[in-house]
């Protein structure tokens, strides 16, 4: 599978380009976790959903924007084990909390590269972190030496943080 590897301290979080349509540039300073005000788009922000709301500026880390396609089809999710489990379409997330009609935007630290990871090379989280569904949006971790790469899925780590906001 090819992934978007974005910069994320001392690991890499990899976004599949399955999920994406383009890249753009953040020249702007992102003071919230989800703005919706912004050009009619939504934007959701990793780096404020991964972090506490009182941190230093986070303009400086967020460099970055991935575009997610308005509908990703289904499929499985790596490390889903006995392969029922499937990622979420985009499209089924927004509909169901009212963002059908805009652009959806993850905002990440910096996309350092484009690559390609075989399954075979990428491994389910260990069941410990899944505890209470928590980060049900990992789909896998793969380890190229000293470096780590977590991968998500894109619908179901949008779903958590519209969550998140109300919560």
Not at 9 to 35: K, N, R
Not at 74 to 102: C, Q, T
Not at 117 to 146: D, H, K, M, W, Y
Request: hydrophobic share 45%; proline share 6%.
């Amino acid at each position: 599978m090819r992934f978007f590897l974005c910069a994320f301290g001392a690991f890499s979080l990899g976004v599949p380009v399955y999920a994406v349509s383009s890249l753009i540039t953040v020249p702007w300073e992102v003071e919230q976790m989800i703005d919706r005000d912004r050009d009619e788009n939504t934007y959701f922000s990793i780096p404020h959903f991964f972090r506490s709301r009182d941190h230093q500026s986070w303009h400086q880390e967020i460099r970055h924007g991935l575009i997610l396609k308005p509908l990703v089809q289904e499929v499985p999710l790596i490390g889903g084990g006995n392969g029922d489990n499937f990622g979420l379409s985009i499209e089924a997330v927004m509909e169901k909390n009212g963002f059908a009609d805009r652009r959806n935007v993850l905002l990440v630290t910096t996309v350092e590269k484009e690559m390609d990871f075989p399954r075979a090379e990428i491994q389910p989280l260990p069941s410990v972190l899944s505890l209470g569904n928590r980060v049900s949006f990992f789909s896998g971790v793969n380890f190229s030496g000293p470096l780590m790469n977590i991968f998500l899925d894109p619908a179901v780590l949008v779903q958590r943080m519209l969550s998140a906001e109300k919560g």
